[in-house]
């Protein structure tokens, strides 16, 4: 039994979309790169937190083994047009997610401004040394 040949014709003209569009997907853009870095420095410092709670030892063997297990990078968007990633965007995704995890702070983005929290000189007077001048009498 063999289909009618309009439903071949269209049957044969989705897959050739398909197969077109999948073929010719456009590389993700800075934006979308960087927004998923900062994802990824999330899941690190999550993963640290797990660790810490667990009393674990936190170090870098530790850290890349979780972003292993964890697939993290099987939802990196593409940095190349086609589809796929380089080698360098993969060491990339891989580094923000381990720096964060061993430090427990998400590593920033290029292009970020830096917490401003962390460049505010302190507030609170540092203590001072005990004068060891003699007292003049003013009489």
Not at 10 to 34: E, F, K, L, N
Not at 64 to 69: L, Y
Request: with cysteine.
């Amino acid at each position: 039994m063999s289909l009618p040949r309009r439903t071949c014709a269209a049957t044969t003209a989705a897959v050739i979309t398909a197969i077109a569009t999948i073929g010719c997907s456009p590389a993700s853009t800075y934006d979308q790169r960087m927004t998923y870095l900062r994802k990824v420095a999330g899941r690190g410092v999550d993963t640290y937190k797990l660790l810490y709670s667990q009393e674990a030892q936190i170090d870098k063997g530790r850290c890349e083994r979780a972003f292993v297990g964890n697939g993290v990078i099987n939802d990196a968007p593409d940095d190349v047009t086609g589809g796929g990633e380089t080698p360098e965007w993969r060491a990339q995704v891989k580094e923000f997610f381990v720096d964060s995890c061993i430090s427990g702070k998400p590593k920033p983005v290029p292009g970020d401004l830096p917490d401003p929290a962390a460049s505010q000189p302190s507030t609170t007077p540092s203590p001072t040394a005990p004068s060891t001048a003699t007292p003049t009498s003013t009489h």
